[in-house]
C-alpha cells in the first residue's frame, strides 16, 4: 500500500463485516483494495472479497483508541457484533436470548471460516491473524458460541481480560467448575490454556493463548 485508501475506498473497508472481513462495494472499488494488498478475491463461488490482515490494519486505525485496549468491549451497537466480554451491565436475558444466540452462532461459523480461508493448509481447529489480533473479542466468542453464559447484569459467569503478556488473555469465573469447563472449551477451540492463582487474592483464573500449530 503506497498511498492512503480514497474516502470511497476507505467507507468500503470501515463497512467490513467486524469479524469475516468480507466486503461489500463496486467491482473497481474492491479491485483497487486487491491491487493495494488490503483486500483479497476468495478463489471459490460466490468469490466474495476479504479484507487482508493489513486491510484490517487500516479498518482499526479509526475506530480503536489505545485507551480501549484494557477495556471491557462495549455492547454491540449500530449492527456491529461483538462477543461479549463479560462484567458489563447487560440484563442477562439480551446477553442470552435467542436473537443473541443466532448473531453469535453466525458470527462463531464466520470466524471459522475465516480460518479456513486465511490458513494456508485450510485448517479451522486453531485461532487465525484476525484472533491474535483481537484476543479478548476472540477468546469470549469462543466461550459465547459454546454456550457459556458471560457475568452480565449482575448474574455471575465468566469475564474474559487483556494481561501485559503478549498474546494472552485471562479468563476469570465465578466457580472451579466453571473455569475448568472454560479451559476445556478454549482448548477445542484451539487455544493453550493453564490454571493459576492471583498471588494476592488467591483466585483462580485461565490464562490462554492462541496455538499456532
Known sequence: MTRPPTAAQRRVIDAADPVTGRLKGT?????ALVRHGLAFR??????DHFLTPAGH?????????????EQPAAPATAGVFAAHVGGTE???????????????????????????????????DRPCAWE????????????????????????PGYRVRAT??????????????????CAITLEG?????????QPRTRARYVLASPRRV
Open 27 to 31: 467491482a473497481a472499488q474492491l479491485d
Open 42 to 47: 476468495h478463489p471459490r463461488p460466490p468469490h
Open 57 to 69: 490494519r487500516v479498518r482499526e486505525t479509526a475506530v480503536v483508541a489505545p485507551e480501549q485496549l
Open 90 to 124: 447487560d440484563r442477562v436475558d439480551t446477553a442470552t436470548g435467542p436473537a443473541r444466540l443466532r448473531e453469535v452462532h453466525s458470527a462463531w461459523q464466520g470466524l471459522l471460516e475465516l480460518r479456513r480461508m486465511t490458513h494456508a493448509d485450510g485448517a479451522t
Open 132 to 155: 491474535r489480533a483481537h484476543l479478548v473479542q476472540a477468546a469470549a466468542l469462543a466461550l459465547e458460541a459454546a454456550g457459556h453464559t458471560p457475568e452480565a447484569g449482575g448474574s
Open 164 to 181: 501485559p503478556q503478549p498474546e494472552a488473555v485471562a479468563v476469570h469465573a465465578p466457580d472451579a467448575e466453571t473455569l475448568r469447563a
Open 189 to 197: 477451540a484451539g487455544w493453550q490454556v493453564g490454571e493459576y492463582t
